[in-house]
């Protein structure tokens, strides 16, 4: 219960926001879709700022690639044809598998950033995308690759709104993947990985992006997985290795979902799993 | 601050606080159709179309609304005049306790705007986040196609079930109208003026107690011959209460205003087990708005146990509405009544408590070892049964026939195996709810969301001072309560709250509180051994159960008496033990839940008996049919142990259990699947993904024999129709109208003709409540009893008027009396004539209902599985239950009784489970975290109504709700170990189970060391 907020702000422009955000002795939180903020425990909040009235969830698609605003909700983000067209359909998914659908209504791509209950495959699949966040601050913009927002999230957010999330267009004969392993269907994920690979004319690996998430503090890259497949052939075996190589890059945590050591024997499956499927998509 | 809305078309402009969510403000304002059943908008059913688009409310501020339309499901359409979405739901039997209706049925209006014609698919996603606890969705899916279908303009058929059935007894068609036989043979006779022959009570006619089956026969047949065949029973009629459910009237605990309401809020206790040394509530007293503090030294000391059973209670009394000492994390430390639940919340803040924290015990074998900490060392804790609070023994209970050790002795083969199964909870979407108020006569109104009406009254009474005669509950609609409404969990100090504010107080657990502080199913460890012979032939079976009650022994002897006495004599066998030890721990107490310890006990049951098959070489369904009950068998165990003290010999009467292993095994297609599936027919090297099929049967009762009771009355109007009194109470299940069809039937009219008015202390004869399968079969008694008094006097009346005939004559059917000559009169001509014209009487009839006998129903569920061996996620793909419940009174009904009940068994097997950490908080506090399957990632299943007649039932009828459960949960088990050739022993089968079972099968190394 939220019982000492006592102000309610719906700014029209992002630096009314900064500047609410920068008051000295207000407890301020950004409002989104109130799904990470509502059920908190948080006895001295004091104001919200909503973004309602910023506009900021757009979608453009451009030569640069995706632009999404961060106020995107969740079910337009898996609705919407661009996202659903952009590198398989990855984020839509993602945003589909991240929670159930009047949650999706409501929460937003920035909230599940910034957040803590936004779950795994967004994060995840923003990773292997290689997304860039853009932050709005006090004195300019800043811009940050995903991955590393995730692992300093709290020292990126202070006094900073994040406004926009964006997606390099990916390469000619790209595919990609989402893996997670979950309790039922419609669960929160355990842990996941998400797989963007390119191929060339010959077959050639040209580049490849493996993320995942729950094997370790943060949704992150798995560089050593990637070496293992750049330049090489996309063959089963070449796959294994990449997998292989998973095991001894995450430093997965337990928690009542389930043990690190689980994690960390599943984490190699759903790499190996992401890729090949992300093989199949491209070869499609 | 002003918000202005859109709400329902009309333009509103509402004072909200920067706080306040839109949930709160849009009740606030009489929009009572929004419910609250969380706080982390994960369950939906305070969902409401905000420009459009569904989403929770409690987690939207009120202020976010400003500015936008908001549409509730007041815009539908009115009881009166129903929309097509609300008849869809109504007809198809989609609205059970009707708390989560509204928003699926807004979440259909919107998906029916934008897609006309849409697919199940994504009808299942559209109702997804919307938490149903009921239903299963299965008629909730099939609501929304009608409802689009009828909205495109089509002709629709009208919904109707032929059930497979009745049978007679012994397996044969059977077609016509019998009574119970449970008094009097002669069922077909008027009851006497003045009195109806009641079930012999305890002492009743002890041949009649071990009537051998032919007997029977002959009686049932007899008395058949002399009906009609039935009309209203069998009929799939709507909900009595449904259209005001359908249209999201204020019918439910909280959708009440009344003035000077203040807002109640307990202090719980943050250790798990601690002396409270010292309280001071001076400050939190001091807080403006706040009018009462209560800590255990403002209100007397009177032990009692929150189970909502007859008196006296067979439950340990070792609890105190507050007291000086915590047992775990989450009791109540003091109650505080306040303006507003912002103020309540800043003074629970304010009270200064000092504790001297105690080592806790949060595992039963801890609890039971030497030297460890005793939790109940207060010296008024008052034990029931066999008990020892110094080691923390909450009860022993020891149960057998003939001679165990040497029936072992000469089996062929004797097999072992030990089961674990969680803790787990009811999860109703409505949480618990009380509001007490002092009426104008200066007694106490406990308006409260129960299932035990009359205990409420009767176990509050001395914790608040008051006699039993001076407090009135009343039971409005309940948005579900699976057991956990058998618990007088918090009318005991919302009371205290108005006794000393003198105000009227509200009290509700939000879901966190739920999960730290309401009840659970009790987590045990369950030991078999199992003698057999070569041939098959089970000789003996033991059962040896530790079971967790947690912090208090609410229903801890009861609950675990079941998982023993309704489960190994579903064999025969030549002897059985059954023995459990119910520990005491540092945990939340556990308490009743639907099965009410079958569950356990047949997850331990019938997973081993698939073990005993694997070992004989036998398939397990072939060596279920060898040794299961069938009619003229009788539960052995059931003497010995029957609510806590001896009980009664069960005769089985009607037995399905043939037939409905049959159906289950046609519709999976299980011997193809046993022989095409699993490890084996991979030749024991695991693919990646295999399928497996398994099933699992079991049997529960018809209410606790010799001890339920239930109350009917019922009384003519003017123009014929009927006003039904019953204590029995509706929890969502469709009791009212089961027990209307009931009545109606006796009386020659349909259930829409009847008003039924349930529970309340004031106006309805007493009835135990709504556990222990009890309804259909007692209060459904004492409804027919009261139907047949009122019915004999309108014969009486009819004869007079029709001249030439006698009243014994004289049938009751489409709301007229029938001479059997072919003439007849209304039954308004017979109301206005004993109302107003001569030898004025009211046309009543009253009547009670109790039995010794508590015909099992019985039940065969199976699943089909697919396991992914490389990260062990197990998917159930399908699952079937066939369910012999007697006569279906409303087949709609039950089938929806089924669909939900294996829908928390699916739950059962693999997501749900409670989770704590090291110190005793709990981790699983939301529906987060603690998974309950949402629509679009339902199984597909299929339920079958296997109709016997049994003899004693009203109209043949046993129960329901309870038996069909069971099966599941080992059915999935089961079928896991088909697909692997592995045997998991503990649910729910997590994916960290699986695949540690498979690692250690295949010398991986994986230890059991578990999660969490």
């Not at chain 1, 998400?194 to 992006?209: E, I, M, N, P, T």
């Not at chain 2, 109208?177 to 003026?193: C, I, V």
């Not at chain 2, 304010?350 to 074998?365: C, F, N, Q, S």
């Not at chain 2, 089996?411 to 009426?439: C, R």
Request: hydrophobic residues 40%; proline residues 6%; aromatic residues 4%.
């Amino acid at each position: 219960m939220l019982s000492t907020l006592r102000e309610y702000h719906r700014p029209h422009t992002v630096g009314e926001v900064l500047e609410l955000l920068a008051r000295p002795g207000v407890r301020t939180a950004i409002l989104a879709g109130g799904t990470e903020l509502a059920g908190r425990e948080d006895p001295e909040l004091e104001a919200v700022v909503d973004l309602a009235a910023l506009g900021l969830n757009t979608v453009d698609t451009g030569a640069g690639g995706l632009r999404l605003g961060a106020a995107i909700t969740l079910q337009d983000l898996m609705e919407h044809p661009d996202v659903l067209g952009f590198a398989g359909g990855l984020l839509a998914a993602a945003a589909k598998q991240a929670a159930p659908r009047t949650i999706r209504q409501a929460a937003t791509l920035g909230g599940t950033l910034a957040g803590d209950k936004g779950g795994l495959e967004v994060p995840t699949a923003l990773v292997a995308l290689d997304a860039r966040l853009t932050l709005a601050v006090v004195d300019g913009i800043r811009q940050v690759a995903v991955d590393e927002f995730l692992a300093g999230k709290g020292g990126w957010l202070a006094g900073a709104l994040v406004t926009e999330v964006s997606l390099p267009l990916p390469m000619g004969g790209t595919g990609a993947a989402l893996e997670r392993v979950s309790r039922s269907p419609s669960d929160r994920a355990i842990i996941c990985a998400a797989a963007v690979l390119s191929v060339d004319r010959h077959g050639a690996c040209k580049a490849a992006r493996v993320a995942i998430g729950g094997a370790g503090a943060h949704p992150g890259r798995v560089p050593d997985a990637e070496a293992e497949l750049v330049g090489h052939p996309l063959t089963s075996e070449r796959i294994a290795a990449a997998a292989a190589a998973v095991t001894a890059a995450v430093d997965p945590q337990s928690d009542f979902r389930a043990s690190a050591e689980y994690r960390r024997w599943v984490a190699p499956v759903l790499v190996r799993r992401a890729l090949t499927a992300a093989r199949e998509v491209e070869s499609r | 601050m002003k918000i202005r809305i859109v709400i329902n078309g009309q333009e509103q402009r509402w004072e909200a606080a920067p706080h306040e969510s839109l949930l709160t403000v849009l009740r606030r304002e009489g929009n009572f159709s929004v419910k609250h059943g969380c706080e982390t908008g994960e369950c939906g059913a305070c969902a409401a179309l905000v420009d459009g688009r569904l989403r929770p409310t409690c987690v939207t501020l009120a202020a976010q609304a400003d500015g936008h339309q908001v549409t509730t499901v007041e815009s539908l359409g009115s009881p009166l005049k129903l929309h097509p979405i609300q008849e869809a739901f109504l007809d198809t039997g989609a609205v059970q306790c009707g708390y989560c209706t509204p928003a699926m049925m807004l979440a259909t209006q919107r998906l029916l705007e934008q897609n006309p014609s849409p697919t199940e698919d994504e009808v299942r996603e559209c109702l997804s986040g919307v938490l149903c606890r009921c239903t299963g969705y299965v008629k909730p899916v099939e609501a929304v196609l009608r409802a689009a279908a009828l909205l495109r303009g089509e002709e629709v058929a009208p919904i109707e079930r032929s059930a497979r059935g009745p049978l007679t007894p012994d397996g044969r068609p059977w077609d016509g109208h019998g009574g119970d036989l449970s008094g009097d043979p002669r069922d077909s006779t008027p009851p006497a003026p003045g009195g109806v022959p009641g079930e012999a009570g305890p002492g009743g006619d002890p041949r009649r107690e071990a009537a051998p089956v032919a007997t029977l026969d002959a009686i049932t047949e007899a008395t058949l011959e002399t009906h009609e065949p039935l009309r209203s029973v069998g009929s799939a009629a709507r909900k009595v209460d449904g259209p005001k459910l359908a249209a999201g009237k204020p019918a439910f605990t909280d959708d009440f205003e009344i003035r000077g309401l203040l807002y109640g809020k307990l202090l719980l206790s943050p250790h798990a087990h601690a002396r409270i040394k010292r309280i001071d509530a001076s400050r939190a007293r001091a807080l403006p708005g706040v009018h009462a503090v209560l800590t255990h030294e403002d209100i007397p000391r009177v032990s009692y146990t929150t189970a909502g059973q007859s008196w006296p209670e067979p439950s340990p009394y070792d609890m105190r509405s507050l007291d000086d000492k915590v047992r775990y994390v989450g009791d109540r430390v003091a109650a505080i009544a306040a303006e507003s639940p912002e103020i309540a919340e800043a003074a629970a803040r304010l009270i200064e408590v000092e504790y001297e924290v105690l080592p806790a015990a949060l595992d039963p074998r801890q609890s039971m070892a030497p030297g460890a900490p005793v939790i109940h060392d207060e010296p008024d804790a008052r034990g029931f049964a066999h008990h020892d609070f110094s080691r923390n023994l909450a009860g022993r209970i020891e149960a057998g026939h003939g001679d165990l050790e040497a029936a072992m002795a000469e089996a062929d083969l004797v097999i072992e195996g030990t089961y674990e199964v969680p803790k787990v909870q009811q999860v109703s979407i409505e949480p618990h709810i009380t509001i007490t108020f002092w009426d104008e006569d200066g007694r106490m109104v406990v308006r409260t969301s129960t299932q035990v009406p009359f205990h409420v009254r009767r176990i509050i009474a001395p914790l608040i001072g008051l006699p039993p005669g001076r407090i009135r509950v009343i039971k409005p609609r309940i948005g579900g309560g699976f057991g956990g409404k058998q618990e007088v969990l918090i009318e005991d100090i919302c009371a205290h709250l108005t006794v000393a504010t003198g105000r009227p107080v509200k009290l509700e657990y939000s879901r966190a509180e739920e999960f730290m502080a309401a009840r659970s199913r009790h987590p045990q460890i369950l030991r078999m051994r199992t003698g057999v012979m070569r041939d098959g032939t089970v000789v003996a079976n033991e059962m040896y159960v530790v079971a967790d009650t947690g912090a208090y022994g609410c229903h801890a002897i009861t609950v675990q008496s079941n998982t023993g006495v309704k489960t190994i004599p579903l064999y025969r066998a030549k002897a059985l033990r059954f023995t459990c030890d119910t520990v005491y721990t540092n945990l939340p107490p556990a308490g009743a839940f639907r099965g009410y310890g079958v569950p356990q006990g047949a997850f331990a049951l019938e997973c081993h008996m698939d073990v005993v098959a694997e070992a004989l070489g036998m398939d397990p369904m072939e060596f279920r049919a060898k040794n299961h009950v069938r009619v003229g068998d009788v539960n052995v165990l059931s003497k010995k142990m029957n609510e806590g003290k001896e009980g009664y010999s069960q005769v089985i009467y009607s037995c399905g259990l043939t037939e409905c292993i049959a159906i289950c095994q046609e519709a999976i297609g299980y011997r193809e699947k046993r022989e095409k599936y699993g490890a084996r027919a991979h030749g024991g090297k695991l693919p990646v993904k295999v399928r497996g099929v398994g099933g699992a049967i079991s049997m529960q009762g018809s209410a606790i024999p010799g001890v339920d009771m239930g109350g009917a009355v019922i009384k003519i109007n003017d123009d014929g129709t009927f006003n039904l009194m019953i204590g029995a109470t509706d929890i969502g299940t469709g009791a009212d109208t089961v027990l209307a069809q009931i009545a109606a039937e006796a009386l020659g009219i349909t259930a829409q003709d009847i008003m039924v008015y349930p529970s309340d202390t004031d106006l309805t004869p007493f009835d135990t409540g709504a556990y222990a399968s009890s309804t259909t079969y007692i209060s459904g008694m004492a409804a027919k009893k009261a139907a047949e008094e009122a019915a004999w006097e309108m014969r009486k009346v009819a004869a007079k008027l029709l001249g030439h005939v006698s009243a014994e004559h004289v049938m009751l059917r489409d709301k007229r009396c029938w001479a059997p000559d072919g003439r007849s009169v209304s039954h308004q001509d017979v109301s206005l004539h004993s109302l107003h014209v001569s030898e004025q009487q009211q046309i009543m009839g009253h009547a009670s209902a109790v039995s010794l006998k508590s015909p099992p129903p019985f039940a065969a569920e199976f699943a089909e599985v697919e396991v992914d061996t490389e990260t062990g996620e197990v998917r159930v793909l399908s699952m079937v239950a066939a369910v012999d419940c007697g006569r279906a009174i409303n087949p709609i009904l039950a089938e929806g009784q089924i669909e939900g009940a294996i829908t928390q068994s699916l739950g059962y097997a693999t997501t749900e489970e409670m989770v704590w950490d090291e110190s005793g908080h709990m981790i699983t506090r939301d529906l987060r975290d603690y998974k309950i399957y949402e629509a679009n990632e339902m199984p597909r299943s299929q339920v079958f109504l296997v109709e016997t007649h049994e003899p004693y039932g009203p109209y043949g009828a046993k129960a329901v709700a309870e038996v069909p459960i069971n099966p599941l949960a080992p059915a999935i088990a089961n079928a896991v170990a088909h697909a692997l050739g592995i045997r998991i022993n503990q649910i729910p089968l997590t994916p960290e189970r699986v695949l540690r079972a498979i690692r250690a099968a295949q010398g991986q190394g994986a230890p059991a060391a578990d999660q969490g």
